[in-house]
């Protein structure tokens, strides 16, 4: 019985705990002003970006995955690990959140369409993805990869003044794919990630738009 009772525990406090990171903080008021616009521009940045467990600086996180990939294969594959990071950071990414929040937006009343660095809309988005993990996907078992990011509300001429800021904490993308090792699947993981941190925001953003 007192197995049991501590099991039980350990489960809700999990459950909450779980409950409480999915969260997303928005306050109405203070973005009232997005449903007045027709578009919004969105800059991704990766300031003070972490890695796993360990919150592993970024520099020192490639230079540890350069070594490894080059001891399990070598360092031409090395290479074209780094090359496909940098590729998928700074496009597919970017363009998996981008493209999930105006899917789900678009169902909403007062719906602006949110734009990847267009410099011309009234009001910017920053979204800075501050940690990552991969996850994995062996024969032994998966883990899903998850995304953490900073979303701060400006001006896009007054970047100095942050009008709203809010969190999302460790979006958790699915982990369906068979086990295959081909293509670095790191890299579509994480983009999983992002689709489901853009799916989340824009459910948080249902309170503004809708």
Not at 27 to 47: G, I, M, P, S, Y
Not at 107 to 136: C, E, H, L
Not at 188 to 201: Q, V
Request: proline residues 2%.
């Amino acid at each position: 019985m007192k197995y049991r009772f501590t099991l039980l525990i350990l489960l809700i406090t999990f459950s909450s705990q779980f409950c409480l990171a999915q969260h997303i903080r928005i306050d109405k008021k203070e973005l009232v002003f997005l449903a007045e616009q027709q578009k919004v521009n969105v800059l991704f940045t990766f300031d003070s970006l972490t890695f796993d467990g360990k919150n592993i600086p970024e520099v020192e996180f490639l230079q540890n995955r350069y070594v490894e990939v080059s001891e399990w294969k070598d360092k031409q594959a090395a290479k074209e690990w780094l090359v496909l990071y940098d590729e998928y950071k700074n496009n597919q990414w970017q363009e998996a959140f981008i493209n999930t929040l105006n899917e789900r937006t678009a169902k909403y009343d007062n719906t602006p369409v949110f734009n990847r660095n267009d410099s011309t809309a009234k009001y910017t988005i920053q979204v800075n993805s501050d940690w990552m993990y991969f996850g994995y996907n062996v024969i032994v078992g998966k883990q899903p990869s998850k995304v953490s990011m900073t979303l701060s509300f400006y001006e896009t001429a007054n970047p100095s003044n942050i009008l709203f800021a809010t969190d999302i904490s460790r979006a958790m993308g699915t982990n369906n794919e068979s086990y295959n090792l081909k293509d670095w699947p790191s890299f579509r993981r994480m983009e999983k990630a992002y689709i489901k941190a853009g799916y989340k925001f824009a459910q948080a953003l249902k309170r503004v738009l809708d």
